[in-house]
């Protein structure tokens, strides 16, 4: 007979272990599926794993690994916020588009301006207060009608898509394009582009995600505000009995992640995008939820989990080429982490006891 | 000696040990329970009291010791074993559902249930057999606690049981609710069931019990008659030396603090009760007793005190400041601190360590931030202090709030408030389940409060402790406060009266 048993208080030891243990028990079970797939389950773990890091072609891949990971540390940073207080924005993807065409719309106005220090800013600003806006709908709706946060979130990313669709073929359509469905190319436009060093992959959402990070660290562990979001999720009578507004909570959270969001589909539309296209966005702020709970919502932990991500992203697009593995293969990989990780997570807070209970 | 009481014993415990990791619940447990009598199980908390009747009602399974029924072995697997062989249990924490009606819930608890119209006329019968008027097909939810308690207990009268265990049934009646309550014992006994009676009211104890079992840290310490054993010496017996009342000296009453006028506001929760035109003067230096039955107001009224519930406009004052908007930080900032009554969750977040909780209510009147920031050394020295002051037993101010006892979080809980030094304290319910030694410390803590000239508001259904400190007595009955009277003189009739919501008291009074 197991049967699990409530620790006194949570074990440490097991926080910062579980996450390295779901890794094990993915690449354990993920081997098990390639070879399942009929694939050498050690080779595919080698491609995904080693190769985009120090294999043959790193030069190419690694730079790749700040380009994927910037946005998902952005996203999660503002989602891991929310979570913390007991506010579900899934809808991040949303407030991504809208703070790309937000981004973009500033840029395509002034263009051909070539005063990058008033055109860059201004494309900052203007991405984060689009995602910041997206997401206060659901958040005002809740503060004022009690709305499920959730479902409004969630809703609005495909208002979203549908928005940039039109985008991309109607108002923000490149007039010289020639008929082709997309914008101008903002990462050629020097006022514009969000590329410090494109060969290194260094753009300022790289700057910025590493901004956000530390910004979340000090919010979380010294600010009254990061107290009263821990305090929010935990207990949430105990939050008003201490004198938490849970309207304004809302708003700063939702606000906050909406322009976390907002500004890292900025970042992308005017560096590694380039153009305002039908397909621009693919799942950052999907993804980032996975982050948010891979990083067990804590700044460092996210920084780290979106590295990780990153990484079974661009392996699993090398294992894709190289080896003929099929894209759903990877995606289930990328499920097996959050699955193993919320399994492994019950160790946190309960401990397993093998032994027999009497019989009754 | 009662009528139908024998020297057969109907149950035996023998040697009955438990242990669970780190502590022994009971160890070598044994005296006997007869027929037709009233028998009283004492202790302080933790000492073992529920692990004995989980015992014997098959919820928990001895490591060692015998028990026997009627002189047949008896080791009951599960409750419902135990309630096969005769043993019927009312817990302190009711099970019923509030959305369905009495019958509908008595049909729930039972293994075959007969018809609801067949279970309605025997409820009816039991009820009026008994003396416990109490209606089938009302709703639970519209029920007050007393005649809630008395869906349980018919709930296990049905059954016809040999042993009746009662876990502490009066902290939720008034006292002619408890009278009733105990004919109704009486009879049961007479009949020849055994009651084995848990509380910690020891005046009920001697008014009401044959034999007493005294249990402290797990064993049987001692055995008395309860009708010729003083209270004291009960007392004595359960803490194992002796016990520490508070003393206090009357100080005189000083200003008005804090005036409610008219106070009206509904109840966030469902099943709560709405608050309806309370008036009261917070007077400085004096302990306002504030009893009444749970559920008729207390949460509100002190959230609406605390400033988690919003009042209209020219409801409280504070001086000649309409407060009634100000949310619970700016309320502490004027010296208004509350401690509720729901330790876990509501007065401390139970994941977080006890510096997180000292800074819960803490930060602004000890200083704990700055420009927003906490300063988490200053916090931790608070929680450090809270912790020595007021005797917590914890490994250190790290530790998560959930592993501490109930007794020691309420100790830090109302010592987070009192050394805040706040102008008017606002508690609900400061002792309970807090063993007696600690009561006694905590009453003390909010008599000394009051002596350097705070306004102290206790909320409790322990009438004897707002006796025991109360300098003033107003009852809570749904919604509505009686006029506060002098605590001295009051008698238990005059009190049941306040309490069973007999508005003009002074009418009473002088007919």
Partial sequence: ?360 | MTPAATDRALMELNGLTKAYPGVVANSDVSFNLKAGEVHALLGENGAGKSTLVKTIYGLVKPDSGTMTLDGAPFAPAEPRAARAAGIAMVFQHFSLFEALDVAENVALGMENPPPLRDLAQRIKEVSETYGLPLDPSRIVGDLSAGERQRVEIIRCLLQYPKVLIMDEPTSVLTPQEVDILFDTLRKLRDEGTAILYISHKLEEIRALCDDATVLRLGKVVGTCDPRDTSARAMAEMMVGGTLHVPERDSAAAGDVLMKINGLSVSSPTEFGSALKDITLDIRGGVVLGIGGVAGNGQDELLGALSGEIRAPKGQIFHGADDIGHLPPDARRGLGICAAPEERMGHAAAPDMSLTENAALTGRKRKALTKNGFLNWRKTRDFAEEIIERFDVRTPGAGNAARSLSGGNLQKFVIGREILQDPQILIVNQPTWGVDASAAAAIRQALLDLAAKGAAVIVISQDLDELMEISDEFAALNEGRLTKPRPARGLTVDEIGLMLGGAHDMEVAHVG
Avoid at chain 1, 53 to 72: M, S, V
Avoid at chain 1, 206 to 231: D, P
Avoid at chain 1, 256 to 263: E, N, V
């Fill in chain 1, 1 to 360: 007979m197991i049967a699990l048993e409530k620790r006194p208080q949570p074990s440490q030891m097991w926080s910062l272990a579980s996450p390295l243990v779901a890794v094990a028990l993915t690449m354990l079970a993920g081997a098990g599926l390639f070879a399942a797939l009929g694939q050498d389950p050690l080779e595919a773990l080698v491609k995904i794993f080693w190769e985009p890091l120090f294999g043959e072609f790193a030069f190419y891949y690694r730079p790749q690994l700040l380009i994927k990971g910037a946005p998902l540390v952005l996203i999660a940073i503002g989602l891991s916020l929310g979570f913390r207080a007991g506010i579900w924005n899934i809808g991040a993807e949303g407030q991504y588009i809208i703070g790309a065409l937000s981004g973009a719309a500033v840029a395509l106005a002034l263009y051909p301006s070539e005063a990058r220090w008033l055109v860059f800013p201004l494309m900052v600003i203007a991405g984060a207060l689009g995602g910041c806006a997206w997401a206060m709908i659901p958040g005002l709706l809740k503060v004022k009608f009690k709305t499920n946060e959730i479902l409004v979130s969630l809703m609005l990313v495909y208002v979203a898509e549908q928005l940039l669709a039109s985008m991309a073929l109607g108002a923000m359509r490149n007039p010289e394009g020639q008929g082709f469905p997309g914008s101008r190319n903002m990462a050629q436009m020097e006022a514009a582009t969000s590329w410090i060093n494109q060969s290194a992959g260094m753009h300022w959402g790289v700057v910025a995600a590493f901004i956000s990070v530390i910004f979340a660290y000090v919010l979380l562990a010294k600010h009254v505000l990061g107290f009263q979001i821990k305090l929010a999720g935990q207990a949430p009578r105990a939050a008003a009995f201490s004198g938490t507004n849970p309207a304004r909570l809302i708003l700063f959270c939702l606000g906050t992640s909406g322009a976390l969001a907002g500004m890292a589909g900025m970042f992308e539309i005017s560096g590694p995008s380039g153009i305002v296209s039908i397909d621009f966005n693919v799942g950052y702020g999907f993804t980032a939820i996975i982050v948010a709970f891979l990083g067990r919502l804590h700044p460092i932990g996210i920084l780290l989990a979106a590295g990780l991500m990153a990484l079974t992203y661009i392996g699993g697009d090398v294992a894709q080429s190289s080896l003929g593995l099929p894209g759903a293969a990877i995606q289930v990989f990328q499920g097996m982490l959050l699955f193993f990780l919320l399994a492994v997570d019950v160790l946190t807070n309960y401990r397993v006891r093998f032994g027999q209970r009497s019989a009754a």
